[in-house]
């Protein structure tokens, strides 16, 4: 078939009728000029001889701005005619009308920073139209803004017309944020931000570049401001209860030691003798403003193993050893904040019931004897001292489970003269005695064994807090609620 000659043709068998060519179809208007072509391989072309692709339409520049049209709410493939042929489009009509479009999708291919951006507009009038998303050559996908917060990172960015809005930033492999920004500030420069750290597994909010709330993997909350708080670090306006531990200016917390605090160390591995521990312990939350450096806390006279389950702990199962609290160096020490009437020693322990165990004490040979606080086989706790004014002997109950678990908090208050235990945030015994445990004394105190190296505990240490007053029964239940769920209880 040669040009545009007749090929109307009729099948062999007079059961259809069509146009046929050896090679390839053309079909013409005005004479011979071509309009569209079919090749030898399916392809079609309009306005265009050698098509490429299955179907092509020919977009010079000088050709109409529409490639394909359909009426009846129509759709089109266009160039914008203000681009010089630089972009392709799909436009989508709102009435039958061709000229009044609704909607369009641009490709941008020559734009300068929007080249390779993918455009989305609509229209609130039929007659022009207003980008309202954007995914630009990178990715990145903005809604209601072009500009606004782009940045490496960046994956979505929302923005109003005054450039208020959010983005979705990724920040390292370990990381995803939410960014606020207010309008007068610039692309990078944010007024709020919710941020997740997947390597230390803790989500934080903050609020002008700084960091104000944390929550960590196993629900805990912290306020990061600076300022005090009776029930921590700032201000909490909470309707409930505020289950987290009493900490900071005015809370009386003079020994803040939690082992999941250490570092540097792999599941079950050994922490041997003389091994600085210092670092479990939490100095801005106390009443006692000194540092780790001034406060030495070391293994001292055997070794433990270490593990990274439940938040950290240690495990005196496989070995026994000392933890001996040194009285310190600051000012005042740690032997001066000890020398209080009233006091609360909180754990969170796992007790193995084969026999006497020592959770913490300063109480042995060259110590003042003032606090005692033990298991007992078969789930007792048990509890004495003789040095104090709070009376002499032995004092016991049985209320706590074996080989599980638990918190298990002793008390003195000196204003009603009495002993008092609580296990896992409910109230367990009492004991009347004495009057007051302050004494004078130069030496600190021992956890996982008594302060002279006897009784050394056979279980699970994690959490070893001490107050210099009676905490109250809300207060109690409200630590045990805060962490129960990282010993699964």
């Keep these: 078939m040669v040009g545009c000659a007749d090929g109307l043709v009729s099948g062999p068998d007079k059961e259809d009728l069509g146009l046929r060519a050896t090679d ?60 010089n042929g630089e972009s392709i489009g799909l436009s989508f009509g709102i009435t039958s009308n061709a000229t009044k479009v609704g909607a369009a999708i641009l490709h941008e291919r020559d734009g300068g920073g929007s080249q390779g951006s993918l455009q989305f507009y609509t229209s609130s009038d039929g007659n022009s139209l207003s980008e309202r998303l954007r995914i630009d050559s990178s990715g990145r996908l903005l809604l209601g803004t072009t500009t606004e917060g782009v940045s490496t990172g960046d994956k979505f960015t929302i923005a109003t017309s005054s450039n208020t809005g959010m983005t979705l930033r990724s920040g390292t492999s370990n990381e995803g944020n939410i960014f606020f920004s207010d309008g007068t500030s610039g692309a990078d420069e944010y007024r709020g931000s919710i941020q997740y750290n997947h390597g230390s597994n803790f989500l934080t909010i903050g609020t002008d570049g700084v960091e104000r709330l944390r929550i960590n993997q196993h629900g805990t909350i912290t306020n990061t401001t600076n ?161 104090v004014g709070a009376g002499g002997g032995n004092i016991t109950g049985q209320h706590f489970p074996d080989k599980t678990w638990h918190h298990h908090l002793w008390q003195y208050d000196s204003g009603n003269n009495v002993n008092r235990w609580y296990i896992n945030g409910a109230f367990a015994n009492s004991a009347s005695a004495g009057s007051s445990l302050a004494v004078g004394s130069s030496t600190g105190f021992a956890i996982a064994s008594r302060a002279d190296d006897m009784e050394r505990w056979d279980g699970k240490i994690a959490i070893v807090r001490i107050y210099n007053r009676a905490l109250s029964a809300t207060e109690i239940k409200n630590h045990f609620e805060l962490e129960r769920g990282r010993f699964g209880v």
């Design 24 to 83: 390839n179809m053309v079909f013409c208007t005005g004479g011979a000029n071509e309009r569209v072509r079919i090749t030898g391989i399916g392809s079609v072309g309009v306005n265009i001889n050698n098509p490429f692709a299955q179907f092509q339409v020919n977009s010079t520049k000088n050709a109409e701005t529409d490639r394909f049209h359909a009426e009846n709410y129509h759709l089109a493939l266009r160039n914008p005619a203000d681009d």
């Design 227 to 387: 300022s005090s708080h009776s029930q921590g670090a700032g201000t909490f306006n909470i309707k409930g209860i505020i289950n987290q531990y009493s900490q900071g200016s005015g809370s009386g917390l003079i020994f803040d030691c939690d082992f999941g605090r250490l570092t540097g160390y792999a599941d079950n591995a050994s922490i041997a003798n003389s091994a600085n521990l210092s670092s479990a312990l939490a100095h801005s939350t106390t009443d006692w403003t000194s540092s780790s450096s001034n406060t030495p806390m070391t293994v001292n006279g055997g070794s433990f193993n270490y593990r990274v389950g439940f938040g950290g702990y240690l495990d005196c199962v496989q070995n026994e050893g000392r933890v001996s609290i040194g009285a310190g160096s600051g000012v005042p020490a740690m032997s001066d904040k000890l020398n209080t009437a009233s006091m609360t020693i909180e754990t969170w322990i796992w007790y193995d019931g084969a026999g006497r165990e020592v959770i913490v004490s300063r109480y042995g040979s060259g110590f003042p004897n003032q606090f005692n606080m033990l298991c007992d086989p078969n789930g007792q706790f048990h509890y004495n001292n003789t040095g």
